[in-house]
Each structure stands twice: as structure tokens, then as C-alpha cells.
């Protein structure tokens, strides 16, 4: 049976197999070719081929674009055709007419093609992690405060995370085909909902597999961070952290702790009325200068009682620290092998309805 099923779908299994390989050898070979890159935690930046030392980036860039695209591409290119063929064909009928039982006839192929195309995402995921962050003769763990591995798309193209994606994408694909039994429309409903999933998952479940810390500002501190003013350099140790994290929300609290909706609009309006004299209606600098800063103070407070005044008493960050990344990862991955597997116990389902 898993010669015969080799046979039949070796193309499939080639093409699930080699695409993720050859993207992996190619991106590691680009990136080592042109010396490493630094680890920095994002996508954006430098992008292009006309600059040498563009070229990494933009490679590695590229691929994990390709890389979070591929879990849906399997899904509707190899999960659905798989099974769609031989339903519309009707060839499933002399398999299912043979001493082997369904449950084989399922079970073999979700082995022979499904797994391998798994696990070589799961190696490229792996491959892309080790290209963007240890390639460099300077990697370390961290390098600004500004993004994280944990945000989107690094979080699910680094990693083996991405071996997760794709088994939900293949169980769902399959069981679309099995339930419609017809490929466009298998195809078409497994895009949709495969790429759902993949958008619900860094927007609404990541930020709960573990309790976010939070850091909370005054009015006055929020409102310095907005217009500027001088550090404070003699804050706790243990105050100040250097090392990247992933905000997943931003309020004004009340007292209470509870978020409160601010028309910041309706503040700025107040603190910025039109009477601001430009720097040639005073004799000197000094002079412009102290108006200037006089009257940043003046609009701060008038922004900040205008905030205080809607039911706001401080400023909340809540924040995942990017150490949490492998966790997350095996979170995340053990989560998304149990739809997988759910999906599998319901494309058995259907395929007990399947009549010869």
C-alpha cells in the first residue's frame, strides 16, 4: 500500500518535500555567501539587490514571506488533491473494494505524503531561524527594543512552528476534499479558512499563552515620552530593560486598572490652539526658546487634565519579553498538531461515509 500510494502521488510528495528544502539551502547559501547578517528581529529595512550587503536581507526577507504563504499553498495544492482526484474520478472505489480497510486507505497517505511535507517545513522553519540569527560573527540574543520574534511573520516563519501550519493546512485540505468532494471548491475553502487561522493565531490566541507583564506609566511620564524631555537616568535597575518584547496592548486605565476609551483629538485640540507666535516675532533665540518650552509645558498640562478629566489615572502597556519565543513555540505547535489532529479524526469520519 505504500509503494502503490508512492507511485501514485510521487510528484505531490516531491514537490511538498523539495520547495521548502531548496528554499532552505538557497537562503542559507545566499546569506552565508554574503557573510551573515546581523539578528535583527524584523523584516523591514533593507530590501533590494543593487547594494551587496542588501542581498542576505532581502533574500532572507523573501523567504519568510514564502514560508508563511507555503502552509496554505500545501494545504490546497496537496491536501485537497491527494483525495479530491479520486473522488471525482471515482477511482477511490476500487481501493475501498480491496481487502484494505479505510482506515488504511487514509491513514497511508496522510504517512507517505503529508509527514515528509511536515517535517521539511519544520527543517526550513529551523533553517531560517539559524540563517537570520546565528550566521553573523556577532549574533547575540537581542538587538533593540524596537520588534520581536514573537510579531508577525518572524515569529511563524523561525522556527518549527511552521511544520504546525502546515500539518493544519494538509488535515484541512483533506478534509474539505473528503466533506465537498470537489477540488475548487475544497481548494478555495481551505485558502479561506487556512489563512484565517493563520491571521487569528499572532492577533487573538498568542498573547495568551502566558500572562503579559505590564508596565504601567503616569500622565506625566506618558505625556514625556510624547513631547520630549530629559531621561531619567537614575532609575532602578530592574526599571530598565534593553532586551525586545512584543506589545500586545497599549490603554489609558482608570483607577481600577479597566481601559478607558481617550478622544486624544479633543486633547490635542485644546493644548494647540492657533495662537502659537512663530520665532520671528522675538529678538533673540533665547527668548524664542524660552517661549517655546514654556509653552510645551503649558500644552503638556493642558493635555494631561484634559486626559484625567475623561476617567484616565495612568497609561498601561502590556508585553510579552521575546525570551518567551521557544515557548511560545512549543505552545503553538502543540496546539496547532491538536487541530491537526482533530481534523484528521474528522476526515476519518467522512471517510466511513464514503460509498464504493
Not at 524596537?146 to 488535515?171: C, H, I, K, N
Not at 478534509?175 to 481551505?190: D, K, S
Request: charged share 20%.
Amino acid at each position: 500500500m505504500i509503494w502503490v500510494t508512492w507511485r501514485q502521488f510521487r510528484a505531490t510528495i516531491l514537490f511538498g518535500v523539495l520547495t521548502p528544502l531548496l528554499l532552505a539551502t538557497m537562503t542559507i547559501a545566499i546569506t552565508k555567501l554574503a557573510g551573515g547578517v546581523a539578528p535583527v528581529t524584523g523584516i523591514r529595512g533593507c530590501f533590494g539587490f543593487q547594494e551587496d550587503y542588501c542581498t542576505a536581507q532581502t533574500a532572507q526577507t523573501m523567504a519568510i514571506l514564502l514560508t508563511i504563504a507555503l502552509p496554505v499553498v500545501f494545504g490546497a495544492f496537496v491536501g485537497v488533491t491527494v483525495f479530491s482526484r479520486d473522488l471525482e474520478r471515482r477511482s477511490h472505489v476500487l481501493g475501498l473494494t480491496q481487502s484494505v480497510s479505510r482506515r488504511r486507505w487514509y491513514g497511508v497517505r496522510v504517512l507517505v505524503v503529508f509527514v515528509p511535507t511536515v517535517l521539511a517545513m519544520a527543517i526550513l522553519g529551523c533553517a531560517l531561524y539559524w540563517a537570520k540569527y546565528r550566521t553573523s560573527p556577532g549574533s547575540f540574543t537581542f538587538m533593540s527594543t524596537g520588534e520581536s520574534r514573537l510579531d508577525f511573520p518572524t515569529f511563524g516563519a523561525t522556527g518549527f512552528v511552521a511544520g504546525g501550519y502546515t500539518a493544519v493546512g494538509l488535515m484541512l485540505g483533506a478534509a474539505c476534499a473528503l466533506a465537498m468532494r470537489n477540488t475548487i471548491a475544497a481548494m478555495v475553502t481551505t485558502v479561506v479558512v487556512s489563512t484565517a487561522f493563520l491571521a487569528l493565531l499572532p492577533t487573538q490566541i498568542r498573547e495568551h499563552y502566558a500572562t503579559p507583564m505590564v508596565e504601567t506609566q503616569t500622565l506625566e511620564q506618558k505625556m514625556n515620552d510624547m513631547y520630549g524631555g530629559t531621561p531619567d537616568y537614575y532609575r532602578p535597575l530592574d526599571s530598565i530593560s534593553i532586551y525586545p518584547r512584543w506589545n500586545v496592548s497599549a490603554d489609558y486605565v482608570d483607577r481600577n486598572g479597566d481601559a478607558v476609551e481617550i478622544d486624544l483629538q479633543q486633547c490635542a485640540w485644546r493644548a494647540w490652539p492657533d495662537d502659537y507666535r512663530d520665532m520671528s516675532e522675538f529678538e533673540t533665540v533665547a527668548e524664542y526658546e524660552e517661549y517655546s518650552d514654556r509653552r510645551m509645558a503649558d500644552n503638556a498640562r493642558i493635555e494631561i487634565d484634559c486626559i484625567r478629566g475623561q476617567g484616565a489615572e495612568a497609561f498601561e502597556t502590556k508585553y510579552h519579553e521575546d525570551r518567551l519565543f521557544w515557548r511560545f513555540q512549543a505552545i503553538e505547535t502543540a496546539l496547532t498538531l491538536v487541530i491537526a489532529a482533530l481534523l484528521g479524526g474528522l476526515s476519518l469520519l467522512l471517510v466511513r461515509r464514503l460509498r464504493p
